[in-house]
């Protein structure tokens, strides 16, 4: 029997020496370099750290519009290319397309192609009139749905990989109801720059410039020629150390997007050490940029990043290779943050934000202290009530309640979960949950003892029946914990986090390492009574 309360005590022992281990950077930097490099800290949460609080909607809406702008274009290209013949041709009210059929074969095909091509079109209605059809074609119910629920995932998606590559530890990004997304970065101190990070569209556009009509008389007369548009791009002054809004007249049609996009990197310019942004095609991009630049030589091509110019340059040659470049008197952070938004890719749709909040850090160092303080006389509460009421079985059970805080706040340390304001109370009620199972103990052996059973008996008795109520008041709560974590959204996952944490360490030092130490006492020392 020696021999086993030895082996466990050495595992006990281990397991405590685990939970300092990975507790100390969080109390004490004065560390060894090996510490600090392989332990991490505590990480505090938004409501601790501070940081931003955001809550976007997606405007799905538009998301539909632009599938249907993108269908109109591919009905168009294969209605030419078939040959069949075709009038007015336009988006209307935003999520539909009107088209005049001039005859009858004209309408059958188009009938035809549609049914062939294009099976989330439906007709919504008809006009007849002098052998002319006028079709309105929408996209059916379902499909709009499916567009709505495939760009919130796109979103979420886009924006999470752009917050990963802005380096913000323990981002929060979930969905909340249909088409919004709630957005937690903790630790973010510039919230301007990582507002215009996240919501910036990032659509990037290739357009030819309309070099054959007169850019001041669109300016002046606001009425650009049919087909064209006006943008505007900017450039520093130097003179002046501003930047200057330029005009430019460009063609509507856009010949490429970012869709074949394969990277985006930050370089700086050998001539005037500024830095642009190096793009690189995939190999059905760089086909396409070929071909692009092939056709339209000794013409500027425009690089538009929503709806704003970044340069255009004349094209001198073909270019292959699949690789273009984007100037525009960035700085160094622009650049890097038009990178970023390039590689993670478009939004699917633009998002608007309907909630901001910045949680300074010494809010969140108040709650700190507050989260501390109540850990703190909570803790000293139930030590002194178990003491009093249960003499030196108190002191057993009081040594496995600071075991299991340590335990815990070592279990967040190594699995690098994020300690929030709900986590410390998960925390707070893990301290009387831990002394829970050792009442429930205390109870059972002195009902053993009034028996007139003996110390070794009481203490064996009191383990074996009061071990199944444990099991079954922990695993139920276990299980509860775990679906708040599923289901919950961010604060209820911190306390679901130490809540869970809490009871598999509690259920450790109640039941395992309070009775080594009655098995120490009765077996090692013969101990002849409990002081229970």
Same mark, same amino acid.
């Given at each position: 029997?020696?021999?086993?309360?030895?082996?466990?005590?050495?595992?006990?022992?281990?397991?405590?020496?685990?939970?300092?281990?990975?507790?100390?950077?969080?109390?004490?930097?004065?560390?060894?370099?090996?510490?600090?490099?392989?332990?991490?800290?505590?990480?505090?949460?938004?409501?601790?750290?501070?940081?931003?609080?955001?809550?976007?909607?997606?405007?799905?809406?538009?998301?539909?519009?632009?599938?249907?702008?993108?269908?109109?274009?591919?009905?168009?290209?294969?209605?030419?290319?078939?040959?069949?013949?075709?009038?007015?041709?336009?988006?209307?009210?935003?999520?539909?397309?009107?088209?005049?059929?001039?005859?009858?074969?004209?309408?059958?095909?188009?009938?035809?192609?549609?049914?062939?091509?294009?099976?989330?079109?439906?007709?919504?209605?008809?006009?007849?009139?002098?052998?002319?059809?006028?079709?309105?074609?929408?996209?059916?119910?379902?499909?709009?749905?499916?567009?709505?629920?495939?760009?919130?995932?796109?979103?979420?998606?886009?924006?999470?990989?752009?917050?990963?590559?802005?380096?913000?530890?323990?981002?929060?990004?979930?969905?909340?109801?249909?088409?919004?997304?709630?957005?937690?970065?903790?630790?973010?101190?510039?919230?301007?720059?990582?507002?215009?990070?996240?919501?910036?569209?990032?659509?990037?556009?290739?357009?030819?410039?309309?070099?054959?009509?007169?850019?001041?008389?669109?300016?002046?007369?606001?009425?650009?020629?049919?087909?064209?548009?006006?943008?505007?791009?900017?450039?520093?002054?130097?003179?002046?150390?501003?930047?200057?809004?330029?005009?430019?007249?460009?063609?509507?049609?856009?010949?490429?997007?970012?869709?074949?996009?394969?990277?985006?990197?930050?370089?700086?310019?050998?001539?005037?050490?500024?830095?642009?942004?190096?793009?690189?095609?995939?190999?059905?991009?760089?086909?396409?940029?070929?071909?692009?630049?092939?056709?339209?030589?000794?013409?500027?091509?425009?690089?538009?990043?929503?709806?704003?110019?970044?340069?255009?340059?004349?094209?001198?040659?073909?270019?292959?290779?699949?690789?273009?470049?984007?100037?525009?008197?960035?700085?160094?952070?622009? =650049?890097?943050? $038009?990178? #970023?938004? %390039?590689?993670? &890719? @478009? !939004?699917? /749709?633009?998002?608007?934000? *309907?909630?901001?909040?910045?949680?300074?850090?010494?809010?969140?160092?108040?709650?700190?202290?507050?989260?501390?303080?109540?850990?703190?006389?909570?803790?000293?509460?139930?030590?002194?009530?178990?003491?009093?009421?249960?003499?030196?079985?108190?002191?057993?059970?009081?040594? =496995?309640?600071? $075991?299991? #805080?340590? %335990?815990?706040? &070592? @279990? !967040?340390? /190594?699995?690098?979960?994020? *300690?929030?304001?709900?986590?410390?109370?998960?925390?707070?009620?893990?301290?009387?949950?831990?002394?829970?199972?050792?009442?429930?103990?205390?109870?059972?052996?002195?009902?053993?003892?009034?028996?007139?059973?003996?110390?070794?008996?009481?203490?064996?008795?009191?383990?074996?029946?009061?071990? $199944?109520? #444990?099991?079954?008041?922990?695993?139920?709560?276990?299980?509860?914990?775990?679906? *708040?974590?599923?289901?919950?959204?961010?604060?209820?996952?911190?306390?679901?986090?130490?809540?869970?944490?809490?009871?598999?360490?509690?259920?450790?030092?109640?039941?395992?390492?309070?009775?080594?130490?009655?098995?120490?006492?009765?077996?090692?020392?013969?101990?002849?009574?409990?002081?229970?």
């Amino acid at each position: 029997m020696e021999k086993n309360i030895k082996v466990r005590a050495v595992v006990a022992a281990i397991i405590a020496l685990a939970g300092i281990f990975y507790l100390m950077p969080s109390i004490t930097s004065s560390l060894p370099a090996f510490w600090t490099n392989y332990v991490d800290r505590i990480r505090l949460g938004l409501d601790l750290r501070g940081g931003m609080h955001l809550v976007l909607e997606v405007e799905t809406d538009k998301a539909v519009e632009s599938a249907v702008e993108r269908t109109m274009n591919a009905l168009k290209n294969l209605l030419m290319e078939k040959r069949v013949r075709f009038r007015n041709l336009d988006r209307i009210e935003g999520s539909m397309i009107s088209i005049e059929l001039p005859n009858q074969e004209a309408i059958s095909r188009f009938d035809e192609i549609i049914k062939d091509q294009f099976p989330n079109l439906e007709r919504k209605s008809s006009n007849m009139a002098d052998g002319k059809e006028t079709v309105v074609l929408a996209f059916s119910a379902k499909h709009k749905d499916s567009i709505k629920k495939f760009a919130v995932e796109q979103s979420l998606e886009t924006i999470r990989n752009r917050i990963d590559q802005f380096g913000v530890a323990e981002p929060e990004i979930i969905p909340q109801g249909d088409a919004r997304i709630l957005i937690q970065l903790p630790g973010v101190k510039d919230p301007k720059r990582a507002i215009n990070l996240i919501g910036k569209t990032a659509l990037l556009e290739f357009k030819l410039v309309d070099e054959e009509h007169s850019l001041d008389d669109a300016l002046r007369t606001g009425n650009p020629p049919p087909g064209s548009i006006v943008a505007y791009g900017y450039r520093f002054d130097g003179a002046t150390q501003q930047r200057r809004k330029i005009p430019y007249l460009l063609f509507e049609r856009t010949l490429m997007t970012g869709d074949s996009l394969e990277n985006a990197q930050v370089k700086i310019s050998d001539r005037f050490g500024e830095p642009y942004v190096a793009l690189k095609f995939n190999e059905q991009g760089a086909q396409d940029f070929e071909r692009i630049t092939g056709e339209h030589v000794k013409k500027r091509l425009a690089i538009v990043l929503d709806d704003i110019v970044h340069s255009a340059p004349e094209i001198r040659e073909k270019i292959s290779g699949g690789s273009a470049i984007i100037e525009g008197a960035f700085t160094m952070e622009e =650049a890097r943050d $038009l990178a #970023i938004v %390039l590689r993670a &890719g @478009a !939004l699917p /749709a633009p998002v608007k934000i *309907l909630e901001q909040r910045t949680v300074g850090p010494s809010l969140g160092q108040d709650s700190i202290d507050k989260g501390m303080l109540s850990i703190i006389v909570g803790g000293l509460l139930v030590i002194v009530f178990m003491v009093i009421y249960y003499r030196y079985s108190g002191i057993v059970a009081n040594i =496995a309640l600071i $075991l299991n #805080i340590i %335990l815990i706040l &070592g @279990a !967040l340390a /190594a699995f690098k979960a994020t *300690l929030t304001l709900p986590g410390i109370a998960g925390i707070v009620l893990t301290i009387g949950m831990a002394v829970d199972a050792n009442v429930l103990i205390f109870e059972r052996i002195r009902e053993e003892l009034r028996l007139g059973k003996s110390p070794r008996a009481a203490i064996a008795g009191g383990y074996s029946k009061a071990l $199944l109520t #444990i099991v079954d008041a922990n695993i139920t709560t276990l299980i509860a914990a775990l679906v *708040l974590f599923q289901f919950g959204t961010g604060p209820v996952k911190g306390f679901a986090v130490t809540l869970s944490i809490g009871i598999v360490c509690s259920m450790f030092t109640a039941i395992f390492v309070t009775r080594i130490i009655y098995d120490y006492y009765v077996w090692h020392r013969k101990v002849n009574a409990v002081s229970i």
